[in-house]
Every structure is written in structure tokens, then in C-alpha cells.
T-cell receptor, first 112, second 114 residues
Framework: EDQVTQSPEALRLQEGESSSLNCSYT??????LFWYRQDPGKGPEFLFT???AGEEKEKERLKATLTKKESFLHITAPKPEDSATYLC?????????????FGQGTRLTINP | GAVVSQHPSRVICKSGTSVKIECRSL??????MFWYRQFPKQSLMLMAT?????????EQGVEKDKFLINHASLTLSTLTVTSAHPEDSSFYIC??????????FGPGTRLTVT
């Protein structure tokens, strides 16, 4: 069974304090790993897709990396507006149906 | 990124009535559309998967007669909550899927049943 585990569950940082969020995964065959950002009361916003170990993607203060077992979302010099829940997910084929297996998310708070 | 819209964003209805939520993929034709439910501070729970022109596939424990899904075109799916009760109050989110397995989510619909 494909699984995704995210850590930490919650993270509080001061503005400008860089850190990383972890997403560990076990899949029968990797069809991509997705990162989303979700703000309270909104649907998840697509951030990145990673397909192979060693791949990196960047967007503003965020950089996502991928190894064969885990992915990291690095946040450099974060600002309060980066506060959100960050979700990672892998696509899985279960009984012929396509689904996303999500981690529980990391709730990130950036204090000014 | 791809844009998915949902309408309405908020709806309040009386117990026993039905509510329809629309989900549109605005800039690509979705091979598959998905409906999720999310409770406060919890992760998304997949309710059903639908492909254009065919019947939806419901997750275990989701009542298909209560949550009617219609996927009329490659860009439109609707979820109808029939005979709604207070326990159906929740945040409903749709997504549109690409052949690359990526899913793009709508902004969500907050349903409150009084």
C-alpha cells in the first residue's frame, strides 16, 4: 500500500528563519510527487511536481527536492504570508482507479 | 497552473433540501474529476471519482444516493447533496485531473445545513 508521511506536524518560525519540511513516501511505482499549499477555508493550491530522484523545482522562497525515499520543501527567509498548511501527495492506482495519497500536512506559521 | 472553479463558495440550506455544487475546469479538459470532503484540521477525504460520460466511483462508506455526481463534460462536474442533514455540513472540494496524474483543486464550497 502506498503511503506518505509528513513531518513535522506543525512548525513555527520567525520571519527570515529558513527551514525544511519533510515528506517520506513508499510507493509501488513513482508517478510523481506533488506539493500543495492550503490556506484555511480554501482548496489546495498546486506548487510543484517532482518525477525523479535528484530533481529540484523552485518558486520564490520555496524549493522542492526529491530522493528515492523522501522529498523536502525548503523555505528560505520565509515571510508571514508563507504561513499555510503544506501537503504532499503521490498518485496511486488502487483497484484500477487513480487516487492521490496525501500526507497529513505540515502546518507552518511564520511569526513577524 | 490550471484553474478550477467551484460554485457556490458558501451555501446554507435547510435540513431535508438538496444542494448542487458545480466544479469547472476552466483551461483544460480533465480526464477525471474528483470530489473531496474536508473536516476542520483534517486532511482531504476522497468521496468519489468521476469520468466524463460514465458513472462515478464512490469510496467505501460514501452513500451514492445521497451524493449524486454528474460529469456531463470534460470541463464540468456537479455534486448534489440530496436531503441534506446537519451532519452533511462540511467543506467540499473538487479537483480536475490530468493524464500526468496531477490534480488541480477548486477553491471549495462551505456547506452549512441548518
Amino acid at each position: 500500500e502506498d503511503q506518505v508521511t509528513q513531518s513535522p506536524e506543525a512548525l513555527r518560525l520567525q520571519e527570515g528563519e529558513s527551514s525544511s519540511l519533510n515528506c517520506s513516501y513508499t510507493v509501488s511505482g513513482l508517478r510523481g510527487l506533488f506539493w500543495y499549499r492550503q490556506d484555511p477555508g480554501k482548496g489546495p493550491e498546486f506548487l510543484f511536481t517532482l518525477y525523479s530522484a535528484g530533481e529540484e523545482k523552485e518558486k520564490e522562497r520555496l524549493k522542492a527536492t526529491l530522493t528515492k525515499k523522501e522529498s523536502f520543501l525548503h523555505i528560505t527567509a520565509p515571510k508571514p504570508e508563507d504561513s499555510a498548511t503544506y501537503l504532499c501527495a503521490v498518485p496511486s492506482i488502487i483497484q484500477g482507479a487513480q487516487k492521490l495519497v496525501f500526507g497529513q500536512g505540515t502546518r507552518l506559521t511564520i511569526n513577524p | 497552473g490550471a484553474v478550477v472553479s467551484q460554485h457556490p463558495s458558501r451555501v446554507i440550506c435547510k435540513s431535508g433540501t438538496s444542494v448542487k455544487i458545480e466544479c469547472r475546469s476552466l483551461d483544460f479538459q480533465a480526464t477525471t474529476m474528483f470530489w473531496y470532503r474536508q473536516f476542520p484540521k483534517q486532511s482531504l477525504m476522497l468521496m468519489a471519482t468521476s469520468n466524463e460520460g460514465s458513472k462515478a466511483t464512490y469510496e467505501q462508506g460514501v452513500e451514492k444516493d445521497k451524493f449524486l455526481i454528474n460529469h456531463a463534460s470534460l470541463t464540468l462536474s456537479t455534486l448534489t447533496v440530496t436531503s441534506a442533514h446537519p451532519e452533511d455540513s462540511s467543506f467540499y472540494i473538487c479537483s480536475a485531473g490530468r493524464v500526468t496524474y496531477e490534480q488541480y483543486f477548486g477553491p471549495g464550497t462551505r456547506l452549512t445545513v441548518t
